[in-house]
Nanobody, 117 residues
Framework: QVHLVESGGGLVQPGGSLRLSCAAS????????MGWYRQAPGKQRELVAT???????NYADSVKGRFTISRDNAKNTVYLQMNSLKCEDTDVYYC???????????WGQGTQVTVSS
């Protein structure tokens, strides 16, 4: 079993920055994908960014150039640096860990990010 714990959410003004962290614990295989997704009430969960254990990244078009995903494999931790935040970035952000051969994965409990003046 894998357990994911997110931290770093909060309230920030438009144009500001936040850094999310997600620490994974449990029985974790070395080759995996970690990522961030977000979801607003009544809407589908959408991909924000993912990163493989070898460091390859993928971003949603809406966050390219503003968000940066990174990871520390020794700590089984993934980060999301969010800069130039916009009001439309307001959502609950969820951490995910998935194996390449699996269609689903493990989810954290979510952390609220609110961008408002």
């Amino acid at each position: 079993q894998v357990h994911l714990v997110e931290s770093g959410g909060g309230l920030v003004q438009p144009g500001g920055s936040l850094r999310l962290s997600c620490a994974a614990s449990g029985s974790i295989r070395r080759i995996n994908f970690m990522g961030w997704y977000r979801q607003a009430p009544g809407k589908q969960r959408e991909l924000v960014a993912t990163i493989t254990s070898s460091g390859s990244t993928n971003y949603a078009d809406s966050v390219k150039g503003r968000f940066t995903i990174s990871r520390d494999n020794a700590k089984n931790t993934v980060y999301l640096q969010m800069n130039s935040l916009k009001c439309e970035d307001t959502d609950v952000y969820y951490c995910n860990l998935r194996y390449p051969w699996a269609t689903d994965g493990y989810w954290g409990q979510g952390t609220q990010v609110t961008v408002s003046s």
